[in-house]
């Protein structure tokens, strides 16, 4: 039986249209990812990752081409009672200054205004709990936090609604190595436990080859592979051997025993 698809993208096209002049991003750009996988999107600057994040979410609307997401167009997500089942990690976390932790997890659930408060705060608590922080934090402010807490703690408003695709957007970025060694193991035993489709955006090759069932590559324009990660840093291409098979990617893929590529 064949495996649900959770994002079907077809000949996308990203425009950005600024003074007159419309600079294409995407071009019939494909790409499909099915329930259960943990997809790591990769290109260099400029390439529109994060772009592509924003179509899911329906944030971007395509200037050509459809993108669906859990059966809908990701535009309409809203209106067909779905966005709740999409959570979103922005790359610094986004907490909100002025809210507590716990009231920074609950903010998706009071948004919705048809839980009562104390169900609304055990709930928060729960996913507090879920990414490996105790009650005693629950009323720090997110000045208060660590970087790896304030990360800890938006991937607990992300899942809050508990949603079956998670989007992350640079999830380990300005951790240092202890800190994201740690917050990897947190989504690797997330996302095999709950079952979570995710999608991630990251320029960290750890986390990739830590984390990742297949590699989504964005250059030219379009996907140009979507593989394995053994498979992706064997493709010819200048971006796929700048970035995998430089010194950085192969020092990352000896620590975690891959097979060396040849230069």
């Known amino acids: 039986m064949s ?137 720090k402010m997110p000045a208060d936090l660590s970087g790896g807490m304030v990360k800890r703690v938006a991937l607990a408003r992300a899942l809050v609604m508990d949603p079956p695709l998670l989007l992350l957007d640079e999830p380990t970025a300005g951790l240092d190595p202890d800190s994201a060694d740690a917050f990897c193991a947190l989504l690797q035993s997330l996302h095999r436990e709950l079952g979570l489709t995710v999608v991630m955006v990251t320029h960290d090759l750890d986390t990739i080859f830590e984390l990742s069932t297949r590699v989504a590559v964005v250059a030219d324009k379009h996907v140009v592979l979507d593989a394995p990660p053994h498979v992706v840093v064997g493709f010819e291409h200048p971006f796929v051997q700048d970035f995998f098979r430089g010194g950085r990617g192969q020092r990352a893929q000896a620590l975690l025993h891959l097979p060396p590529q040849a230069m």
Do not use: C, Y
């Open 3 to 139: 495996v649900p698809l959770v994002v079907e993208i077809n000949k996308l096209w990203s425009v950005f249209r600024a003074e007159g002049i419309a600079t294409v991003i995407h071009q019939d750009l494909d790409l499909q990812i099915a329930q259960g996988e943990l997809l790591s999107i990769v290109g260099g600057s400029g390439s529109g990752k994060t772009v592509l994040l924003r179509q899911m979410l329906g944030l971007e609307k395509p200037a050509r081409g459809s993108v669906r997401v859990l059966g809908h167009p990701a535009a309409e997500l809203g209106r067909a009672g779905a966005a709740s089942r999409v959570g979103m990690l922005f790359q610094h976390g986004a907490l909100f200054s002025a809210f507590t932790v716990l009231e920074n997890i609950a903010f998706p659930l009071r948004e919705l205004g048809t839980l009562p408060a104390g169900l609304v705060r055990d709930v928060a608590m729960v996913k507090l709990q879920m990414v490996g922080l105790d009650a005693r934090h629950a009323h």
